[in-house]
């Protein structure tokens, strides 16, 4: 397993190709799954009220949403359905275990599907409680240029690419840093896998702790 420290940025771990075709695959099955039981939805910009570019949904006790009045927030049902969200996979826990040694499990699993004009401005994690524990996230489907800045929106920047397959974990002082993702990249990516391609052309989960 190759793991590389982002220069420049100590505790922004990269790991290219880490989920091989197989398991991007079955991680593929579990996601559509998800979907099934919690159904895509649009968050909104608090105060604007603007739409997100990107839909999602989540898994584990706590979900990630945003609307314009309450703004961003976790909550323990589907903001639709108002049903519970569904377990995050046990692989997906194995990997939180394995990647970021964090002795506490995630309680939140939030999953943004992006169409090619899809794009997530630069933002910090900072609605959970536990800001001592890292965030992973797990690329499936088109390449993206991600952007990684400091702690500081005006903080200099660099940007890499987020490939299907590929870990990123951010922990220390990394997980205070702002990031996004500028582009989807559709001439370096490839498809995501059937069915999620009904879907969109690029998913990411991101596995939080949210409670102390």
Known sequence: MYCHEIPGFPGAFHYPGFLTQSAQHD??????????????F???????????????????????????????????AH???????PAIPSHLLEIWDELTRYPKPPEACLVNVY?????????????????????????????????????KRNDPSETFVLSSGDALVLKGPARRCFHGVDRILPTIG????SPLADFGVRLNLTLRRVNE
């Open 27 to 40: 991680m593929s099955v579990q996601i559509i799954k998800i979907i099934q039981q919690a159904p895509l």
């Open 42 to 76: 649009v968050s909104y910009m608090p105060r604007t009220g603007v739409p997100m570019s990107v839909r999602m949904t989540n898994c584990g006790p706590l979900g990630w949403m945003s609307d314009k009045t309450l703004g961003y927030r976790y909550v323990s």
């Open 79 to 85: 903001p639709e359905t108002l049903r519970p969200w």
């Open 115 to 151: 169409n090619l004009d899809a794009k997530m401005a630069l933002h910090q994690d900072r609605d959970e409680i536990d800001l001592a524990a890292p965030i992973l996230s797990l690329s499936l489907g088109y390449d993206c240029r991600f952007r990684l800045g400091g702690q």
């Open 190 to 193: 490839s498809e995501l896998a």
